[in-house]
């Protein structure tokens, strides 16, 4: 794998840069105490192309290369990662998803609203008894003729207080398992669909996450994603694009404590001299930097395979697990070397440190990670 930026990728990363540090930092501390849905940025950012990501170009899309995309999703996750959250969501787990499964019908109808803003996405497979175990649904979907009427809740679910479209899972057929399930899409207007938005998150608060609700929900029948029995391997793909945006997102957390723990440690004075100068305080910046490093390296692996066609859930996951355990290290450190201060919504750190926890517990926790790691390794199959 070559290590050196394009020109492309280059003038990406400057861009993401230059976006971030002049229109998502400045408003990332309000939006967050007042727990502000940021669709202002988000429609600037659909303006430049940013929401286009990897998706094809016939369809409103960048079409940009995976590396790419890591680069765009790392800056914004540098700045805010309610935004790098939602901006996740709209793209992998929605956008890709669709552009892999859906029919050429379904992409022209939703992929360039996807891409400019004017459709809001999400993706519902959570629910209030299904987290990890995502094949136990309670979620169910009945074909009624031309509908399909679909009972159940989804919880903890990303832009689903704000989406015009939801990726819902549900299962068929309770005998089949997993065999049984089936993704579909749920328009805003669908009869029987509402949502709950959740409030009061320790972290991610100018991020919307809801609770969807379906009661004798109906669709038409067309509005099946893939086919029955698809509704597994259609999740699992999903989360190997989510786990490799949050993974990138995470090293975006990582890179801000190391900006603000450095700034910091070059101004602060304890004993006539910056604190920045204690090897105490040498020793946490260095662990901050090497963690970056290495999950930087491990998203680029990631999107070195997946730019190759590869099926990359090994390798999602190590980048995953690292990656958010890294960035939940480094915004501990950082808050240690801000002392009192890290402690207070004054500088930034202690926003990082709230959003950085999250990135441990969705799209799959840090101990499922271990768990498709370790049975790669041992050869053990799993459906996961």
Known sequence: MNFDLTDEQQMIKETMKRFT??????????????????????????????????????????????????????????????????????????????????????????????????????????????????????????????????????????????????????????????????????????????NINIRGKLGLRSSNTAQLIMENCRIPKTNILGEVGDGFKIAMSALDNGRYSVAAGCVGIAQACIDASVKYAKERKQFDKPIGSFQLVQDMIARMVVDTEAARLLVSNAGHLKNKGIKTTRETSIAKYFASEAAMRAATDAIQIHGGYGYSDEYPVERYFRDAKVNTIYEGTSQIQKLIIGKDALGIQAIR
């Open 21 to 194: 540090d002049e229109k998502i930092v400045p408003v990332a501390r309000e939006n967050d105490i007042n727990e502000r849905f940021p669709k202002d940025i988000l429609k600037k950012m659909a303006s430049l192309g940013f929401l286009g990501g990897p998706i094809e170009e016939k369809y409103g899309g960048a079409g940009l290369e995976y590396i790419s995309y890591s680069i765009m999703t790392e800056e914004i996750g540098r700045g805010c990662s309610s935004v790098r959250t939602t901006l996740s969501v709209q793209i992998s787990l929605v956008g890709l998803t669709i552009q892999r499964w859906g029919s050429e019908e379904q992409k022209k109808k939703y992929l360039p609203g996807l891409c400019s803003m004017d459709i809001i996405g999400c993706f519902g497979l959570t629910e209030p008894g299904a987290g990890s175990d995502a094949v136990n649904q309670s979620t169910t979907a009945v074909l009624q003729k031309d509908e399909w009427m679909i009972n159940g809740a989804k919880t903890w679910i990303s832009n689903g207080g704000v989406a015009d479209l939801a990726i819902v899972f549900a299962q068929t057929d309770k005998k089949k398992g997993h065999e049984g399930l089936a993704a579909f899409l749920i328009e805003r207007d669908a009869p029987g669909f509402s």
